[in-house]
Nanobody
Framework: VQVVESGGGLVQPGGSLRLSCAAS????????VTWYRQVPGKEREPVAA????????DYSNSMKGRVTISRDNTKATVYLQMNNLKPEDTAVYFC??????????WGQGTQVTVSS
């Protein structure tokens, strides 16, 4: 199983980024996906989640209204569109594939830096 995040980078405050998370080696449509972020010295926190069927999505209060999660099962990819980014959004962003009763999978993360 391979999970690869991409799309991070340096962006100015107020800017936008779209992160991608591609997975292979698993039955993509069977897994729920959660995007997390982590700042050094702090615990990893969930940002957004999308269920396996692409139905009801959930967002953390910290980014609600500024982020949209989506998935394309035909491309085995999950996206995280982030708008109006703030310096406090600076973190490494990870995606996690999980399903009840089976192992979960993480990518290596992608760095997002919001700075002028």
């Amino acid at each position: 199983v391979q999970v690869v995040e991409s799309g991070g980078g340096l962006v100015q405050p107020g800017g936008s980024l779209r992160l991608s998370c591609a997975a292979s080696g698993l039955t993509f449509s069977s897994y729920h996906v959660t995007w997390y972020r982590q700042v050094p010295g702090k615990e990893r926190e969930p940002v957004a989640a999308v269920p396996a069927d692409g139905g009801r999505v959930d967002y953390s209060n910290s980014m609600k209204g500024r982020v949209t999660i989506s998935r394309d099962n035909t491309k085995a990819t999950v996206y995280l569109q982030m708008n109006n980014l703030k310096p406090e959004d600076t973190a490494v962003y990870f995606c996690n594939f999980w399903s009840l009763g089976v192992a979960d999978y993480w990518g290596q993360g992608t760095q997002v830096t919001v700075s002028s």
